[in-house]
């Protein structure tokens, strides 16, 4: 089973994602696999004409009243959906008894080979993870990895798990931690569901960290990683990677360019990446054919506090020198006029 989180404005994209899926979508024993949404939104916001291709369980179902207005009231659109992931992946797999395996993917994401290999993994492992990045960077771009250390060293986009006690045990904790502390809060530790993702691998057994380049390329790894696109489909090359299947890429970042935590990255230029380009044109075609403007006009229902805006240009400079000269007056010590 394949499952995502969405607001109503990225149902277009949600629905791009279940399209990908369904040319590879066999589960384990070769049946045709189910994609499944979870709307972290109002349904009662939906166009009174609107009929979903895929089945869709809104997220206000599967929490009480008073903990739904508490979150909402606490979070942004962003936190509220990362605060609702880890109930949402054991709901799941509450009311489908007989899914034994789950792969959850951000609504960014399109699918590109079949899920076999994603299959195999599950079938010795409890959960996996991909790191954002593989190698060390060898330029002073940003970001580095420095950065990666606030964000979070694997990436909640792409999760998958397998039904046992252990993993039980692993979403519950998950769940714990990160419904009431899933801010955007570099400084007091805090990164939405992702952070707490680093201590899996320590915490609980069988969890695997899949560091296959041709898993997972996106904004954040593409300057590691060379794309091209054959008869048989796209494919990872480069001298760290022998040409191999690209399984799935993730637009987030470079369909909106506001999205995600590196919007003022300078490390990946599309001017200079025609392999991207190209990617990325095949990924907004994909939601272009899912377009609808009430859906995209729709601002979510849950998460009412705003995302912080994104500064370019002079007003991220400003910020900048505002910022410097803070510091100056908090570490020099000045004297005092009485």
Known sequence: MLVTICTIRQLPQAFALGDSVLPYATDIDGKPASFLIGLADDPAH???????????????????????????????????????????????????????????????????????????????????????????????????????????????????????????????????????????????????DQLW??????????????????????????????????????QITGPTAADQPLLFFNAKGLFNADEGFFPNQNRLKLANRPDVQALLASYQQAVSARANPVLSSQYPAYGQQREPAVLRGWRRVTVQSMRVVTRFIDQVPLPVIR
């Open 46 to 192: 939906l166009p009174a004409d609107f009929s979903s291709p895929y089945s869709l369980i809104p997220l206000s179902s599967l929490l009480p009243a008073e903990t739904l207005a508490a979150l909402s009231a606490t979070y942004t659109p962003t936190e509220f959906a990362a605060a609702c992931k880890p109930l949402f992946i054991r709901e799941v797999f509450s009311l489908y008894p007989d899914e034994t395996r789950l792969i959850y993917a951000d609504p960014n994401i399109l699918f590109l080979h079949l899920l076999t290999t994603i299959w195999d993994q599950l079938g010795e492992n409890n959960a996996l993870l991909t790191p954002h990045i593989t190698q060390r960077p060898n330029d002073t771009a940003w970001p580095d990895e420095k950065f990666f250390q606030n964000v979070g060293l694997y990436s909640a986009d792409f999760l998958a798990f397998r039904r046992s006690d252990e993993t039980d045990r692993l979403l519950a904790w998950w769940q714990d931690r990160a419904q009431e502390r899933a801010y955007i809060n570099f400084c007091a530790g805090l990164c939405t």
């Open 197 to 234: 993702l680093m201590y899996m691998p320590v915490f609980f057994t069988l969890v695997q960290v899949v560091k296959n380049p041709g898993w997972h390329a996106a904004l954040w790894n593409l300057p590691e990683r060379s794309l091209k696109a054959d008869h048989s489909g796209w």
